[in-house]
């Protein structure tokens, strides 16, 4: 029976994960900060030492073998679940200085979150945050794996949550909001008004679209009209600044604009506009004392303006 060579390293699993990520040798060398010849060596002896090719030559990049794709998968549970482990044990006593990676998704993450992790780091400057902000399917996931201790997020009622304990958070408003002065719409929108309105959304969370198309029709709303997908809230707000559309934004998302008169709310009379956040970890998490410190400061931290959970937790 094969066995793998003892002295395989944790470090050659990192560069042939790049390398299989990034499909080139002169962008991971590019990467790593090192050159190609050393990317190209760690490949090879980690070949020798699996007995097995893991790449093969594609044009100009590289492609995965069949070996070499069931070895990558491998490589990167170990890769993830090693770096978990050392942030867990590097946080383990109160006075530890700790790290932790939270996974968010786009609104939450470059709004509110950041908010409320910068207040925390106030509080213990000698520990390290890193905010992980994407899309709620990949936050997820990334907390699922382990590549994230936890995430602070919005969730659609058909996402996946095996193996994940989700906590509820607050609810935040959802504000139509226009340029200042709009040829769509004036101060109010009513029901009728919604469907025929022109909006802006989001092109990488189907799950924001999921929420706001859920809470429209839970308000009698069965459809509106959307004119344009862009991938952030600030591209979002851009395009309702030059008056192409509106657009639902989270209240934390636009609260200084509105404040500098840049964007403008309208009321949406008899609607009741709201986005469920939660944070999310798997269930068998161990967390370092650092780590149970931020989720708590998080989860306890409600800011000013946000309404306490009024949704039914998913899990």
Known sequence: MARFDPYLTLQKLEVFCVVAELQSVTRAADYLFVTQPVVTSHIRSLEEKLGTALVRREGRGIALTATGQRVYKW????VTRTRELERELGG????A????VVGSSMSVGTYLL???ICD???QRPDGQVHVSISNPQVALEATRTGACDFAVLIIAPTQNLDGLAVRPL???DLLLVTAPDSRWVGDEARREDISRLPFISTANSTVMQQLEEGQLRANGIPSRRIVLNLG???AQKEAVRRDLGVCFFSKTAVERDLARGELRC???PGLALTLPLYLASREDKEFSAFQLALKRHIEEARPPGLKPFQGKAEA
Not at 75 to 78: G, L, N, R, T
Not at 92 to 95: H, K
């Open 75 to 78: 490589a990167q549970e170990v």
């Open 92 to 95: 383990s006593t109160d006075l």
């Open 97 to 100: 200085p700790g790290q932790a």
């Open 114 to 116: 950041s908010q409320l």
């Open 120 to 122: 925390f780091q106030a």
């Open 170 to 172: 607050w609810d935040e």
């Open 232 to 234: 952030h809230p600030e």
């Open 266 to 268: 309208v009321r949406t």
